[in-house]
Every structure is written in C-alpha cells, then in structure tokens.
C-alpha cells in the first residue's frame, strides 16, 4: 500500500524552499492565503529587519494551496530575469530617516503597489523611485 504524501507536509517543504532561493530566514517571510472567487490567492510578503516595515514580493493565484505554491516557487527562480528592479526612497509618518527599500516589479506602478501593500498610502512619502541599470 503506498502512502499519500501530505499535502501539509509538501506545502511547507515548497515554503522553505521559497524562503531558502531568496535567502530570507523565516521571520522575514509571511505566506498569506485567501480564498478568491473560488481560486487560492497567495500574498508572499516580506520582512525587513532593519527597519520592521513589510512589503508585499509577490501576488499569484491559483486553484488550490499546492498550484499557488508550485507557481510561486516557479516566479522567485525566475523572476530576476524576468522583471526589472527599482530602489525607492521612502518616509513614513513619524519616521525620521529616509529609508531605501529594493523590489523587483514590471513597471514603477507595480514596485508603488508592492510598497504601499496594506499601508495607508497617506503615511508614507515617497521621495524618489528610480529603475535601476540592468547589471
């Protein structure tokens, strides 16, 4: 008789996966579900340790916790090659630094979406976005 592997035991082989491509430790990384008009939303969101702020990385949507996990894992292997990278310079209400953050998007509106991601957009102050040089 074979044994059916557990789908809670392969989910979070595929999160640890995810986490170890992109070198984040596990307090750096939240897997967000949601169930979306039948179809599994996956908000991968990360952790910045030096200044606690989080920020949204990616957004996929699949039929099930499995398909979004595979589809997400497919993105972070690829995804450099495949979007471009922004640095934006931001401050948020009561913050007095200015603060660089990095994010990988396909255009400044989708690096401004990964910024703001469940922030409101009237606390933060963006002071300059600019597309890096393809290295």
Do not use: C
Not at 41 to 62: A, V, Y
Not at 86 to 110: P, V
């Amino acid at each position: 008789m074979e044994l059916r592997s557990d789908v809670h035991v392969e989910s979070a082989k595929i999160q640890n996966e995810i986490k170890n491509f992109l070198g984040l430790r596990s307090d750096e990384v939240i897997f967000e579900f949601a169930n979306n008009d039948g179809k599994v939303k996956l908000d991968l969101i990360t952790i910045n340790p030096r200044h606690n702020q989080s920020f949204l990385f990616k957004t996929i949507t699949g039929f099930d916790k499995m398909d979004v996990l595979h589809k997400m894992l497919d993105y972070v292997r690829t995804h450099k090659d495949k979007e471009s990278s922004f640095t934006i310079q931001w401050m948020m209400k009561g913050m007095n630094e200015l603060q660089t953050s990095y994010f990988r998007a396909k255009n400044m509106y989708d690096a401004m979406d990964k910024l703001y991601y469940g922030r409101d957009m009237n606390n933060l102050t963006v002071f300059s976005i600019v597309l890096n040089p393809v290295a």
